[in-house]
T-cell receptor, first 112, second 112 residues
């Protein structure tokens, strides 16, 4: 099993450009999450989903949108990238609430 | 608001010694707590989950305690090895939601 796969692994954007990060999981998990990780800030939740067709805001949702059209995929979109969105983005999934979360390998995004 | 605190300073210990990492939380009472390991450039990997009615949990050289009165979890690595060098994160489910929040992590370095 591949687990959780994130695409792309690296990306450089110019301010104002848009992009979509793709997260795919093959474990039939209900819950999926997008986090960003910045030095000294730890992992901060951007958006999450508790099932296909549902999304909800996390701690730092501004400037991001998400969609969960298929159970196995969770997309994170940046409509107009800003330098403050330079970060490492992690997707995670879990089967039920009180079990472990599986993380992808991360996407390193730089906005110049 | 709910907060998690981990010692942000790196912990250096000699090989063979026991490493002890601390996770403190405030303003709520989680039903369980998780510990993850994160290596540079990689996503976090689940290590252990301990529930509120469990005082202690062990897995090989790892031991986790959960003191709901002190609102604290301790994570121990016995007979530490250089390969244990990594950042260790604690995570808790937020009250009444499906969201996990993570501590900022403690970087452990085991010296040979």
């Amino acid at each position: 099993n591949a687990g959780v796969t994130q695409t792309p692994k690296f990306r450089v954007l110019k301010t104002g450009q848009s992009m979509t990060l793709l997260c795919a999981q093959d474990m039939n998990h209900e819950y999926m999450y997008w986090y960003r990780q910045d030095p000294g800030m730890g992992l901060r939740l951007i958006h999450y989903s508790v099932g296909e067709g549902t999304t909800a805001k996390g701690e730092v949702p501004d400037g991001y949108n998400v969609s969960r059209l298929k159970k196995q995929n969770f997309l994170l979109g940046l409509e107009s990238a800003a330098p403050s969105q330079t970060s490492v983005y992690f997707c995670a999934s879990s089967g039920v609430m009180n079990t472990e979360a599986f993380f992808g390998q991360g996407t390193r995004l730089t906005v110049v | 608001s709910q907060k998690i605190e981990q010692n942000s300073e790196a912990l250096n210990i000699q090989e063979g010694k026991t490493a002890t990492l601390t996770c403190n939380y405030t303003n709520y009472s989680p039903a369980y707590l998780q510990w993850y390991r994160q290596d540079p450039g990689r996503g976090p990997v689940f290590l252990l989950l301990i529930r509120e009615n469990e005082k202690e949990k062990r897995k090989e050289r790892l031991k986790v305690t959960f003191d709901t009165t002190l609102k604290q979890s301790l994570f121990h690595i016995t007979a530490s090895q250089p390969a244990d060098s990594a950042t260790y994160l604690c995570a808790l489910p937020t009250s009444g939601t499906y969201k996990y929040i993570f501590g900022t992590g403690t970087r452990l370095k085991v010296l040979a």
